[in-house]
């Protein structure tokens, strides 16, 4: 029996709240139902309709290297045959903390785990437990996960659905978060000046990416390693969407700022769900069973994850992709797209960082939550459904990221480029 994407909706509302098991993949925000996804491979993702898209939010952004790769699916097809889940040590994950070890200086030591959001939890819990302290800052319009304490003023797909918040999330638990602005030094210091003795750690990405894309101004991230270090707060970089998305590395390459703890995700995973948290050995053996901090997960270090994640890793350090090629491709694409829209005379904020982009329909220059939310949404929902009415898949949120893959092509993006010059001629 043959499916659509709007039969199958209909359906999935019967079981899974909301039909989807995501928030953000309900279509809601753009007017819209969610197209369901039959196959996808390199560039393109293909619905059970059999309508075909240039796919630009790659699974959230884990696919650098594009859909279904070779050697990735590869490896996953070798670790398949051998077991899917052992709840005992592999090699495989030696192999993997080794790489991650190596890639990022400032992780001595790594624990695996089985999602962003785990990741950011645990990193947080060791935080405290290190540290004595109960209060932890972030930064509005960051998301870390979904868990209680970082339910608090996030971004992506809480902005998206108008949650101030969470129901569910106890207040006095929320008031030992301390939110400020992303890229507001001065805020930042007072609020440490205040909290900053009862401060376990300061979370952030350091390129926000659930607000849209945001890059930090110059001297923010600096700011935070000297402030955290003067009062003995953590700094934690959540780079589940950065990690080895601008170089074989995280942003903490980039940037040469040391966190004391990094959180990974996304391309480690080559695609399967997959977290990691790691940083100074000193903070990471307070963890079990080396240390008194608990920590645990019957799926971490699965070996089929690890070899997706390892086999991607492999296909990234060999260096058969150029990183500097795939970000110069991102910024012709984006230039391309702000020559159109200026030529229509619509105006847009379009912040890129390496292979992520966002494009905010407003006027203002986008440098935190604030300004990001000053977009139009309505417009950007009738951008979004021209879009993929032409067969183009970004984001169907104006907080998210869109990326660029190895897999796109030079057709790829001129098709991309003509959808967004049809689609605007509309607006």
Avoid at 25 to 53: C, L, N, Q, T
Avoid at 361 to 370: A, I, K, Q
Avoid at 394 to 399: G, H, V
Wanted: aromatic share 8%; net charge negative.
């Amino acid at each position: 029996m043959a499916y659509s994407s709007h039969s199958l909706f209909e359906e999935s509302k019967k079981y899974i709240p909301g039909g989807v098991n995501s928030p953000v993949r309900a279509f809601g925000s753009v007017g819209m139902e969610p197209i369901f996804i039959r196959e996808a491979r390199g560039s393109h993702i293909i619905d059970v309709d059999g309508r075909k898209y240039i796919d630009y939010v790659l699974s959230w952004g884990p696919m650098i290297l594009g859909h279904a790769h070779p050697k990735v699916t590869e490896a996953i097809e070798r670790a398949v045959r051998s077991g899917t889940s052992y709840g005992a040590p592999t090699e495989s994950e030696l192999d993997m903390a080794r790489m991650i070890c190596s890639a990022i200086p400032s992780i001595e030591m790594v624990r695996m785990v089985s999602s962003g959001t785990e990741a950011a939890m645990s990193a947080i819990r060791l935080a405290r437990g290190f540290t004595g302290r109960e209060k932890i800052l972030k930064f509005a319009g960051c998301y870390h996960g979904h868990a209680d304490s970082l339910l608090v003023k996030a971004g992506s797909g809480v902005a998206t659905l108008g949650i101030p918040g969470s129901p569910g999330v106890p207040e006095p638990l929320a008031a030992l978060t301390i939110t400020v602005p992303y890229n507001d030094t001065e805020t930042f210091e007072e609020a440490v000046s205040i909290h900053g003795d009862d401060l376990a750690c300061i979370i952030v990405e350091p390129v926000a990416g659930n607000m849209g894309v945001v890059p930090p101004k110059p001297g923010f991230l600096e700011a935070l390693r000297a402030v955290s270090r003067g009062k003995g707060i953590l700094l934690i970089f959540d780079e589940v969407i950065t990690g080895f998305r601008f170089n074989y590395g995280g942003f903490r390459n980039v940037a040469k700022i040391n966190p004391d703890l990094t959180c990974l995700g996304k391309i480690i995973g080559g695609g399967l769900p997959v977290g990691a948290f790691g940083g100074r050995k000193e903070i990471m053996e307070m963890l079990a069973p080396k240390g008194p901090i608990y920590q645990a997960g019957t799926l971490s270090g699965n070996p089929v994850a690890m070899a997706a994640g390892i086999a991607t890793l492999n296909v990234l350090h060999d260096g058969a992709e150029d990183y500097n090629a795939l970000n110069q491709k991102t910024s012709l694409l984006c230039a391309n797209f702000k020559k159109l829209f200026k030529e229509k005379g619509i105006p847009v904020c379009i912040n890129q960082v390496g292979s992520m982009f966002t494009i905010f329909f407003t006027t203002e220059d986008v440098h935190d939550f604030s300004s990001a939310a000053t977009g139009d949404g309505d417009l950007f929902s009738r951008y979004f459904r021209g879009m993929l009415s032409r067969g183009i898949n970004i984001a169907p949120s104006p907080f998210e990221a869109s990326f660029v893959s190895f897999a796109h092509t030079e057709d790829d993006i001129h098709r991309t480029l003509d959808a967004c010059k049809k689609t605007i001629s509309e607006l």
